[in-house]
């Protein structure tokens, strides 16, 4: 990005406008119910670079829950926690054609540490004396990851979640039942679902994006936060898992290493250059933010993000 500031901003501007052409498709998710009460319009966009310049649009304030955009954090913690060859002997690397809570992807083990069965996996790899530890842990791991951002547990999303998720209780109890984890099924459960539920803005999860761009060093004091071999990984898997079954169409076509959740939220990683997050929570069939795949296509396009260009 050799243009100045304001020619930027103009030109994210037109990439936005030409977004929101989609806004008349897809549907906010309605399968865990306290997701309906958004604003079907709401929109936010941050794009943080690695050498720390911020472009903020619409309402960047707005919190939203992360929902399985936190199968990222998840997996850098059980990176941390485990050696690499523990956690993939537990979860495989290979993206699945089947939506992300689906059991069918689950065979010896889950296909991938992004659907639902492979972030229950990762979850109960994450060390802690208790719950409480373990939640708190993850916290502090992405506020230092996004430099002290917003993060929020959001209870209403929680409880909505907890007491409706029937399929996500048959993963936790069916990965049990195969040894994948030792623990109890409904504490793996919670906590997977608390990790869901944590709420936070746009700018906040650009910024984390932009330590994962910057090989995991802070983008202002340069220190190492994640280990470069945890984030070359975690990207991989965003490119190759980070959009359920269309993680394939959408690497195609937008070329930026990103993962969704039914938030609304899209991550996208853009390394040595950004992170950028968008939201949006109009999904399409497969969960994925509408407006968001549209605009991470159109600003890789117009800015020239492409990973394979
Ligand atoms: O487990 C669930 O179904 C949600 N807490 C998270 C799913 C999700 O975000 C998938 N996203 N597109």
Redesign the pocket.
């Known amino acids: 990005m050799f243009m100045k500031r304001e020619d930027i901003e103009k030109e994210i501007e037109e990439c936005i406008k030409k977004a929101k052409n989609f806004s008349n498709q897809g549907e906010v998710a309605s399968?865990?119910p306290e997701l309906k009460n958004v604003d079907e319009n709401g929109f936010a966009l941050s794009i943080v670079t690695t050498s720390g310049d911020i472009y903020n649009f619409g309402e960047k304030e707005k919190i939203f829950s992360v929902?399985?955009i936190s199968k990222i954090f998840t997996l850098i913690m059980a990176l941390k926690d485990n050696t690499t060859d523990e956690v993939f002997s537990k979860v495989g690397t290979e993206p699945t054609r089947y939506e992300?809570?689906s059991l069918i992807p689950i065979d010896q083990r889950a296909a991938n540490p992004f659907i639902?069965a492979g972030a229950m996996t990762t979850t109960s790899m994450i060390y802690g004396k208790s719950e409480e530890e373990k939640f708190n842990r993850v916290m502090e791991l992405i506020k230092q990851m996004s430099d002290d951002g917003t993060f929020t547990f959001m209870e209403n999303i929680y409880k909505s979640?907890i007491s409706t998720?029937d399929r996500?209780r048959a993963i936790a109890y069916y990965l049990k039942s195969k040894n994948i984890f030792a623990q109890n099924a409904d504490e793996v459960l919670d906590l997977?679902?608390r990790i869901?539920s944590i709420g936070t803005n746009v700018e906040s999860l650009a910024k984390l994006g932009a330590l994962l761009a910057n090989e995991g060093f802070d983008i202002h004091s340069s220190n190492l936060i994640i280990p470069q071999n945890i984030v070359q990984m975690t990207i991989a898997q965003m490119a190759s898992c980070g959009m359920?079954e269309k993680s394939g169409e959408y690497l195609m076509k937008v070329g930026i290493p990103s993962k969704?959740?039914?938030?609304g939220a899209i991550l996208g990683v853009v390394p040595n250059k950004c992170g950028i997050c968008v939201y949006s929570p109009k999904?399409d069939k497969?969960?994925?933010s509408v407006v968001g795949k549209n605009l991470l296509k159109i600003l890789s396009a117009d800015l020239g993000l492409n990973i394979f260009l």
């Open positions: 399968y865990i929902q399985s992300f809570n639902n979640e998720t996500n997977y679902v869901c359920y969704s959740g039914v938030g999904l497969s969960g994925n």
